[in-house]
């Protein structure tokens, strides 16, 4: 994006030198980059600790650091060019409060004068006063520079697409027809979707009371579960949120339920369960299921799936274990159906979670790709001859999705491919890949085994 051009982010407001709002956001972000932290854990933990009386400037620390991640590549390119050389390591937090100066002046609707100014001031917040002269001449030289830093942009495809190097290139060499579109979705703010429980109310009658308070949404063309809303609502605003009426959850999430078609009576494991998004779907979408068994290995983790099902109001056996080694959790009796929503890259979802940009390295692959075969090897004892498993990624990278299924074909006889076919999205050689973006969806892998014997 052009430096000096609009977006939807919130406009800038005034906070006390000892609760800066771009301090805040500078150290959410060192957060990210130095110490390898999820964005929405730190962000939560930062923003629940704010004053009452400074809440009302959540909504821009949340623009400043979602956004910085979301222009790294980007912002870093041109920080390069008016540093005179990189900042020391104890410094990162005065690194990344000027990447957010520069965000503010490329990406967002603040003055330019205010955005420097107030930038500078929140060194003052992270106790690093001399960083305000540092600040000051960076920011003003991109200003007065506008058109090296653009060609800079140009020039160099990580900073124009604003993705690591190597995620870049490993896109656009799986995806030559598709990368930059892929790239644009990943950069793009996503929607917010609801999934609507249709065992409480029809869709039609949902999309009726977001009318009644004034939230104007529209129904996913193809997912029957599925309300878009036009901007970000918090939940604690939507009708019937708390009472289990409708839960977050992207359009290409929601095909797992009816994928995996359990059965009334039939024994369903949900792996990999947490937070139990899928483990609500698919109570809600069978009903009279004889037990679904949700299994997270985390017990941080295990008890957000409790807590989204007690919002539901609806029940299933929640467990601790590892999907990769059942015997330490397993009671033995096989199951119908499986679903496994396997650990992956997340490449699928960088518009949801910028972080995964910086959190994510081309070493991690081979971990996760070993982890995601031990899983499947894991699981696939416990499967009912007859059964079927539906395999389930939201990333967009061969080796996660339809390589990793390939192998595993080949290694079990026993197993065959039931072809899918979605209204978005296309098919691989074995299974269905939703690119981001496709339909205004997350990316999505979809899978599905049968056991013959």
Not at 56 to 78: C, H, K, P, V
Not at 178 to 202: C, D
Not at 208 to 220: D, E, F, K, P, S
């Amino acid at each position: 994006m052009p430096m000096g051009s609009q977006s939807s982010g919130p406009r800038s407001k005034p906070l006390s030198r000892r609760h800066n709002p771009r301090a805040t956001a500078a150290r959410v972000v060192e957060a990210v980059i130095v110490r390898s932290r999820y964005l929405d854990t730190v962000l939560t933990e930062t923003l629940s600790a704010l004053p009452r009386a400074q809440a009302r400037n959540a909504a821009l620390i949340q623009e400043m650091s979602y956004g910085t991640l979301r222009w790294f590549d980007q912002l870093a390119a041109i920080a390069a060019l008016f540093l005179d050389k990189p900042l020391k390591q104890k410094d990162q937090d005065v690194y990344t409060l000027l990447l957010i100066g520069l965000y503010q002046l490329m990406h967002m609707r603040v003055a330019r004068h205010a955005a420097v100014k107030e930038t500078v001031e929140a060194a003052e917040a992270l106790k690093k006063p001399w960083a305000k002269k540092l600040l000051n001449a960076c920011l003003r030289a991109s200003l007065r520079e506008e058109a090296r830093a653009r060609a800079t942009i140009a020039a160099n495809p990580a900073a124009a697409f604003s993705h690591p190097g190597w995620l870049l290139g490993e896109i656009r060499h799986q995806w030559s027809e598709n990368w930059t579109s892929i790239l644009a979705a990943n950069n793009a703010r996503p929607p917010l979707v609801l999934r609507v429980n249709r065992q409480r109310q029809s869709r039609q009658m949902y999309l009726a009371c977001l009318a009644q308070a004034g939230i104007v949404a529209t129904a996913h063309p193809f997912s029957d579960t599925a309300v878009v809303l036009d901007s970000p609502t918090a939940v604690n605003e939507l009708p019937g949120f708390t009472e289990g009426e409708v839960s977050v959850q992207d359009a290409a999430a929601q095909f797992a339920a009816p994928l995996l078609d359990a059965q009334p009576g039939e024994r369903v494991l949900d792996a990999c369960a947490a937070p139990g998004g899928k483990t609500g779907h698919l109570l809600e979408h069978t009903a009279g299921l004889g037990e679904l068994v949700a299994l997270d290995r985390e017990p941080a983790r295990v008890e957000l799936i409790k807590e989204n099902l007690v919002r539901l109001g609806l029940a299933a056996n929640v467990i601790t274990g590892d999907a990769a080694n059942p015997t330490n959790w397993w009671d033995g009796r096989p199951f119908d159906r499986i679903l496994t929503d396997i650990p992956c890259s997340a490449t699928g979802v960088i518009r949801r979670h910028p972080d995964i940009k910086r959190r994510r390295q081309p070493e991690d692959m081979p971990r996760l790709v070993a982890t995601q075969e031990r899983i499947l090897e894991g699981l696939w004892p416990l499967l009912k001859p007859g059964g079927k498993l539906l395999y389930v990624t939201c990333s967009i990278l061969p080796v996660e999705n339809e390589n990793q299924i390939t192998a595993f074909l080949m290694r079990h006889p026993e197993a065959t491919e039931e072809p899918l076919s979605l209204d978005a999205g296309r098919a691989r050689p074995v299974g269905w890949q939703i690119l981001p973006g496709e339909a205004g969806m997350d990316g999505f892998y979809y899978a599905k085994l049968c056991k013959n014997r």
